[in-house]
């Protein structure tokens, strides 16, 4: 898939194009978004009322990063 941070971040004037942010803005977004998602992504596998243990069902294919860019 092309369309992957790794990818566009060695494009910035097309990755500005789709996202409209330069590169370095993007990364300030992850970093401060990543350890909020992190927080959150634990707590919603600990909650009581689940149905599979952790690590069970199906797993994403996209990184969180790749899925914060699209």
Do not use: C
């Amino acid at each position: 898939m092309l369309l992957n941070y790794a990818y566009l971040r060695s494009f910035p004037k097309v990755f500005r194009a789709l996202t409209g942010l330069d590169v370095p803005e993007f990364a300030g977004l992850i970093q401060d978004i990543l350890p909020r998602w992190e927080k959150a992504e634990r707590k919603r596998l600990s909650r009581r009322d689940r149905k599979r243990d952790l690590g069970g069902g199906p797993h994403f294919e996209l990184t969180v990063i790749d899925q914060l860019l699209l």
